[in-house]
């Protein structure tokens, strides 16, 4: 897809096109899962969407790769997938799944407190409210219709901590794969490979687990292929609109994908969220932003974030 040529504005409306996309992923997956099970579910979704990514983006000749970057890359970004698909998997109910991803959408304003400890990028002030601000919306959505209550979140915590746990695991992984991905990836783009990685994982995790044989329903199937296609068609779509679009754009679009996310979960699970909801939701985002916006190079914090993935 990246050999066609596409004009700024095309990329540009194509890099939103890849935030929908994004967006709409934490719901499918869930709806794999309960499909197909966690693992099974998971296994089959990176399998396809790695036959999708491999016709998309294509392999790039490993041997051009920094060493660093394709071990620990790897390592990096197979357990962030396996994080964020099994956090959704084994999520109890529908609000809680998306509440989980909510807790998943703490990587970009952790991402750029990563740089700053390690004095990757330098920031001013505006960092501490800002990530001060994505906790307490964080704290809000778990508190559910309650306000800020420490009660009520230590109580959802303790009902599924597995899943909690593996969604803020994810988060803190998935920062640290963007700060190795910016320093050390030199332009490389290992997306196919590590998919490709993923799947093999899940795949043998539900070959030495005990998890049901997969059962295909027309229900499933058509979840199965959605998700896939998101991811595969995200992952072509964002590289478009980075590498001849707006990133300002879409960098600021990707930043609203907590709120995008949740309105499609909603939609896609058929569950009603709540005001409390909402709001924990766009202090998330509006926390990320201003966590982008105390850095002093932005365009560069941006782009070495969001270039690799969204979800």
Not at 91 to 119: C, D, R
Request: one cysteine or more; glycine letters at 8%.
């Amino acid at each position: 897809m990246d050999r066609l040529t596409f004009s700024a504005r095309q990329a540009t409306l194509i890099g939103l096109l890849a935030v929908i996309f994004f967006s709409s992923v934490a719901g499918l997956i869930r709806s794999v899962a309960e499909g197909l099970g966690p693992v099974g579910g998971a296994a089959m979704l990176y399998s396809l969407a790695s036959v999708l990514l491999f016709f998309t983006v294509g392999i790039p000749k490993l041997g051009s790769f920094p060493r660093i970057y394709l071990y620990f890359g790897s390592l990096l970004f197979v357990s962030y997938e396996i994080c964020l698909s099994l956090s959704l998997g084994f999520a109890l109910n529908h609000s809680q799944s998306i509440e989980v991803g909510m807790v998943n959408y703490l990587w970009p304003s952790m991402t750029i407190l990563m740089a700053v400890i390690f004095k990757q990028q330098k920031a001013n002030l505006l960092l501490i409210p800002g990530m001060v601000l994505s906790f307490v919306g964080l704290c809000w959505v778990l508190s559910g219709n309650r306000g800020l209550s420490l009660v009520s979140i230590a109580a959802n915590v303790q009902s599924n901590p597995l899943s909690y746990g593996l969604a803020f695991a994810g988060a803190i992984i998935w920062s640290l794969y963007c700060i190795l991905t910016s320093k050390k990836a030199n332009g490389s783009n290992g997306i196919t490979l590590f998919f490709m990685l993923t799947a093999a994982t899940l795949w043998i995790k539900y070959a030495t687990g005990s998890a049901a044989t997969l059962h295909f329903t027309p229900h499933a199937a058509i979840s199965l292929v959605l998700a896939a296609v998101a991811l595969g068609c995200g992952y072509a779509a964002w590289n478009i609109g980075i590498l001849h679009g707006n990133v300002t754009v879409l960098a600021t679009a990707s930043y609203f994908i907590p709120i995008f996310s949740s309105a499609l979960a909603a939609f896609i699970l058929s569950t009603p969220l709540g005001i409390s909801f909402w709001q924990g939701a766009a202090m998330v985002s509006l926390g990320s932003l201003i966590c982008w916006r105390s850095t002093r190079t932005k365009v560069r914090t941006v782009t070495s974030v969001n270039q690799q993935h969204l979800d």
